[in-house]
């Protein structure tokens, strides 16, 4: 959705998708081991500063970064990924700032 690929004038190197809100992040659920075996990995910038977290010790910190990292690692790796990260807005509950936009709900298994 947030790529556009549903729409009949999809380009890939133009931004033609839309805003997505995302609610209730609280309540993803992973499969399998991956709440203990999944590790997000970052650096700080200093020498030996790799740092790491598990899914389960990220989301305690923040539920809403699991799926901005899972939607960011499926956009392009380029300007065009960074602007097409800007339409993604993530929430742990169901209050958002978004609700001025009138924002329709999306049933996924009509675009597949």
């Given at each position: 959705l947030i790529r556009g690929k549903y729409k009949p004038n999809y380009t890939p190197h133009v931004d033609c998708g839309d805003n997505v809100v995302i609610i209730n992040a609280?309540?993803?659920?992973?499969?399998?081991?991956?709440?203990?075996?999944?590790?997000?990995?970052?650096?700080t910038g200093y020498p030996?500063?790799?740092?790491?977290l598990t899914a389960t010790e990220m989301f305690e910190k923040d539920p809403t970064r699991l799926i901005e990292k899972a939607v960011k690692g499926m956009l392009p790796k380029n300007t065009l990924g960074?602007?097409?990260f800007r339409?993604?807005?993530?929430?742990?509950?169901t209050e958002h700032k978004q609700a001025g936009q009138e924002p329709k709900a999306i049933n996924l298994n009509d675009y597949k």
């Open positions: 609280e309540k993803i659920v992973l499969t399998g081991n991956k709440w203990r075996d999944k590790s997000y990995i970052r650096h030996g500063g790799q740092r790491s960074s602007a097409l339409n993604l807005y993530v929430y742990a509950g």
